[in-house]
C-alpha cells in the first residue's frame, strides 16, 4: 500500500488528506491525476473542503481509497504523561475514551485512607 497526501490552505490554517492506492504511482502523475480531479469538481463540490472533493474523486475514478476517520480501527493519543496516554474509538457518531485511572479518578493523599482500606490511628 502506497500513501499520498493533498493540502490545503497554508501550512498553519490548512488541511490535509490522505490517500492510499495498492500501486506506487509517481509524485508528479498523482500531481497531474489530482489537477485532473480539481479540475472536474471545482465547480460543483459538496464536500467541506476542495482537498476532499478531489480525494473523494479519485477514489471514484483512480482507484485511490480517501483514508478518513470512519476507516480508523484505534486512535492513540500519547503523552509524556502516563495519565494522558489514553485509547480512542469510533462507533457511528459518538467517540469512546478509554482511560486507567487511580481510585476512580479521585486524587488520594498517601496519608488518606483508599478505597476499601480503615483508618488507623497510631
Do not use: C, W
Amino acid at each position: 500500500m502506497h500513501f499520498y497526501e493533498i493540502h490545503e490552505g497554508d501550512e498553519e490554517v490548512g488541511a490535509a488528506v490522505l490517500l492510499a492506492h495498492e500501486e506506487r504511482i509517481e509524485p508528479f502523475e498523482f500531481f497531474e491525476l489530482v489537477k485532473k480531479a480539481r479540475t472536474l469538481v471545482m465547480e460543483s463540490y459538496e464536500e467541506d473542503s476542495l482537498a476532499e472533493a478531489i480525494a473523494n474523486e479519485l477514489q471514484r475514478s483512480a482507484g485511490f481509497i480517501h483514508v478518513t476517520d470512519s476507516l480508523l480501527v484505534a486512535s492513540v493519543n500519547v503523552d509524556e504523561k502516563e495519565e494522558d496516554t489514553y485509547l480512542l474509538t469510533d462507533e457511528g457518531d459518538t467517540r469512546t475514551l478509554f482511560m486507567s485511572r487511580e481510585e476512580n479518578g479521585e486524587p488520594h493523599d498517601d496519608d488518606e485512607p483508599h478505597n476499601g482500606e480503615e483508618e488507623h490511628d497510631d
